[in-house]
């Protein structure tokens, strides 16, 4: 089992900027992606970026050049940076995990909120 746990979430002004970490724990080994998903309320779940371990990285089209994803394995922890935020960023964000050799999710945090005010 692999323990998700979100924070960074907030109260920001349009043009702001939030990080968001997510650390990890348990059979971290077995994880090969970690990801940041998002959903606004009335929206389905919807993939933000997502890293692999080697490093390799893939974002959404609604927040390239905006946001960035990193992780230190040192510290089993994944962040998001989060520039330039639009009110239409506003919505619960999750963190997620991938174990190797499958494309399912199968570890989400319990999520944090993000606010964005215009």
């Known amino acids: 089992q692999v323990q998700l746990v979100e924070s960074g979430g907030g109260l920001v002004q349009a043009g702001g900027s939030l990080r968001l970490s997510c650390a990890a724990s348990?059979?971290?080994?077995?994880?090969?992606?970690m990801g940041w998903y998002r959903q606004a309320p009335g929206n389905q779940r919807e993939l933000v970026a997502y890293?692999?371990?080697?490093?390799?990285?893939n974002y959404a089209d609604f927040v390239k050049g905006r946001f960035t994803i990193s992780r230190d394995n040192a510290k089993n922890t994944v962040y998001l940076q989060m520039n330039n935020l639009k009110p239409e960023d506003t919505a619960v964000y999750y963190c997620?995990?991938?174990?190797?050799?499958?494309?399912?999710?199968?570890?989400w945090g319990q999520g944090t909120q993000v606010t964005v005010s215009s």
């Open positions: 348990g059979s971290i080994f077995s994880i090969n992606v």
């Open positions: 997620a995990a991938r174990s190797r050799g499958t494309s399912r999710w199968d570890y």
């Open positions: 890293i692999v371990t080697g490093g390799s990285t």
